[in-house]
């Protein structure tokens, strides 16, 4: 008797947890309203097109732990076909480099560099994803403290 009073015990405590479970993880309205940017395939092919559609501004710069996107929230960087580009503030003016490739892991890599940045922007950077123009990039620096997370995202303007 005991035992089956244990037995009707448990079931009832899994019947109320499983009960409580459903309520709180029941479908809400408001979550098909969440506007999440379709993420393009990431191949070389496409991150070689879709870099060059438009101007690009820089909505996010870590740099040696420290978050340094206003000192270029003026930017604009402007990438050619001939993998080269143009970045300006409307004052300064940097003219620079970028090749993407696709590494022995498959991913792909962006190498942006001018010679007249800084170790901020210059980087061989990893693409983590490339939504509909967003492109999240994530690379490693090294100096003198030694090495640091180094985080870029380019979000693309074509309206410049």
């Given at each position: ?19 409580v ?32 559609e ?15 996107t ?11 076909v ?60 090294f ?16 309206d410049?």
């Amino acid at each position: 008797m005991k035992l089956d009073m244990k037995l009707t015990s448990i079931k009832m405590i899994a019947f109320l947890a499983l009960f409580v479970l459903m309520f709180f993880t029941s479908c809400n309205d408001d979550e098909s309203q969440i506007d999440i940017p379709p993420q393009l395939e990431l191949d070389l092919e496409t991150v070689n097109a879709t870099i060059v559609e438009c101007e690009w501004v820089i909505t996010y710069l870590l740099a040696q732990g420290n978050d340094i996107t206003l000192e270029y929230a003026d930017y604009t960087f402007s990438f050619n076909v001939d993998e080269t580009f143009v970045a300006t503030d409307g004052t300064t003016t940097h003219l620079g480099i970028w090749v993407a490739q696709q590494v022995n892991t498959g991913e792909i890599v962006l190498a942006i560099s001018a010679t007249t940045f800084t170790n901020e922007i210059n980087d061989f950077y990893f693409i983590t994803s490339l939504d509909v123009g967003v492109f999240h990039l994530e690379g490693m620096l090294f100096g003198l403290e030694g090495e640091s997370e180094h985080i870029l995202t380019l979000e693309k303007d074509c309206d410049l």
